[in-house]
């Protein structure tokens, strides 16, 4: 009982600790979020935007598909392949249950489990912070941190179905340049305000190049 009690005495010190350490550098969560939706262009140009299309080089492992068609829609629609046109080889996407396009036999099927789950987590319109309260995402403040040799703040995210990353939001832009999924590789992402997003891919994770909003 009395080591339980050392424990619980402990973490009350370092949680008070850090509370005064933010308090005097004005550091909080919900300053950090704002501030990041204010750099990406503020909440009413986000509101805004209904869909985005990517044209990128999709990678999954040794396998890549140059030039592939990614699109998002509100709330929660994706698809890495054009639906509009003939279907190639890989063709998957999300209407609220994962799904995939076999082009032989040529039948579309739901996935479940893993193959659902990191279909699911590719969902986030914008990013992991725009409008995450409303998605059921849980975000608590990590501290600061090194990314990609620039000074971060690491923020933890989990999102509604229980997946867990670490987050990196540069201190001076406010912008998300990485973020760490729990238990595998880091995939660094380089990314410019709205409309421009750039990033660079670590081996055997997905990742987009280029985004552009898609015309109304």
Known sequence: MFRNFLMCT????????????????GITLDRIIQRHIAALGGGARIAAIQSIITHAEYREGDFSVPGAFIAKMRPYYRTICDVRGKLGEVCEGYDGSAW?????????LRVVGAAAAAT??????????????????IIAFAGKDVFDRKDTYKLHVTLADGFEKDVFVDQHSLLIIG???????????????????????????RCKLRSRPARK
Do not use: K
């Open 179 to 205: 973020d760490r999924p729990l238990g595998s590789g880091t995939c660094l992402r380089r990314r410019d305000p709205i409309g421009e997003p750039n990033w660079r891919l670590s081996p055997g994770q």
């Open 120 to 137: 699911r987590h590719g969902t986030e319109f914008i990013d992991s912070l725009v409008d995450y309260a409303a998605r059921g995402t």
């Open 100 to 108: 995939e396009w076999y082009a032989d036999p040529g039948v579309t």
């Open 10 to 25: 402990a973490v009350v010190i370092v949680s008070c600790l850090l509370g005064d350490s933010l308090a005097e550098s």
